[in-house]
């Protein structure tokens, strides 16, 4: 059975130009090109034990060669054969380049010694890919990917990364190249095209088409749910809310205990902290206060004593007034006033 060996050539973006390598030296191998570019097809390892040999094209020989020398060479104006190595290289690949291509090997007696056949296919790489996308009446966006040029483009999708999911897809699928995102999906979208020889990527940032999804109570008392546009929305009154694409698992509802516990720490921590806070002012309040207390009483003992020492001072001059009045004859006691009448003429 033949073995069949299958080399691929991947180019990214534009291929004119671009060289591409395919080993022929086994039986049955499959090479791939892109058309305009250049293809070197390694036919044997070396040409020194090989006295003639020759290439066909669909029956029709294209290369001779004798003892290193090129007899003939029907495409000569775009191609030439490296004997040093058993290379032959075509450039400017066109579409009727592709077919089935055999070579055959002879001895020095002119019979053939060996024969292996070689599959080449050309194809128009993809050069430019187009992303377009609309928003449909109900929320959905419709993403359409156009490539120009290319031959049997194949087409994918993937969202930040990662492949779409039948969650996020409305309709099409990851092979077409038009697809219907549900109301919910945003995020950098890329659609990749690809053929035989090349690959090439458009990326586009989506947002939501203004839809939200709500779950609640009308107006007159209806059970609403589904997509609105939210600059419209007049149906609820309650706040909306989307729904989860996740759900909630059985590691996030026992984180609740611990949070619950953290909660009270934390409240039992600033009512302790609040209490602390009023009885120190309280403190320095009854400090002010006592403060305010001692000096009352200094000033009331002051005031006390401030008029004891003018009832002493009255008492000695009254004593005074008598001892000087008893020295007079005379027959009333001296008052007050005439005291202060004395006293006024004395310090006169």
């Known amino acids: 059975m033949k073995a069949v060996v299958e080399f691929m050539v991947i180019l990214l973006g534009v291929s004119h130009g671009v060289e591409t390598h395919c080993d022929g030296r086994q039986d049955g191998a499959q090479c791939y090109g892109a058309l305009g570019g250049t293809v070197d097809i390694q036919l044997m390892d070396s040409t020194s034990e090989i006295s003639r040999y020759g290439l066909l094209k669909n029956s029709l020989k294209i290369l001779d060669v004798r003892e290193k020398m090129i007899l003939s060479n029907t495409i000569v104006h775009r191609s030439v054969f490296f004997p040093s190595n058993g290379t032959f290289r075509i450039t400017n690949l066109s579409r009727t380049d592709s077919g089935d291509y055999t070579l055959q090997t ?3 007696d002119g019979k053939s010694s060996g024969v292996q056949i070689l599959q080449l296919f050309f194809q128009a790489p993809v050069s430019s890919v187009l992303l377009v996308s609309e928003c449909l009446s109900q929320g959905e966006m419709r993403v359409s990917c156009s490539s120009e040029g290319g031959d049997n483009p194949q087409y994918s999708w993937t969202l930040d990364g990662r492949t779409l999911t039948d969650a996020e897809i409305l309709s099409g699928n990851m092979k077409t190249n038009v697809i219907t995102l549900k109301q919910h999906v945003s995020g950098h979208l890329a659609c990749s095209v690809k053929n035989l020889v090349s690959k090439v990527s458009k990326e586009q940032r989506l947002s939501t088409c203004g839809f939200i999804f709500i779950n609640c109570t009308s107006v007159n008392g209806t059970q609403v749910s589904g997509w609105v546009y939210e600059a419209n929305n007049t149906l609820c009154i309650e706040p909306t809310t ?8 059985a590691v996030e509802i026992g984180h609740l205990p611990l949070i619950s516990g953290v909660l009270s720490t934390l409240i039992i921590f600033l009512v302790v902290v609040v209490a602390a806070v009023c ?9 002010t206060k006592e403060e305010e207390n001692d000096q009352e009483e200094i000033f009331a003992d002051l005031r006390v004593v401030k008029q004891q020492a003018k009832q002493l001072e009255k008492r000695a001059e009254l004593e005074f007034c008598r001892v000087k009045y008893s020295k007079r ?8 006033d005439d005291c202060l009448y004395v006293n006024v003429h004395k310090f006169r």
């Open 106 to 108: 002879f001895d020095s």
């Open 242 to 249: 989307e729904p989860s694409t996740t759900p909630q698992t």
């Open 279 to 287: 009885a120190q002012r309280k403190k320095q309040n009854s400090k």
């Open 329 to 336: 004859p005379r027959q009333t006691e001296p008052t007050i």
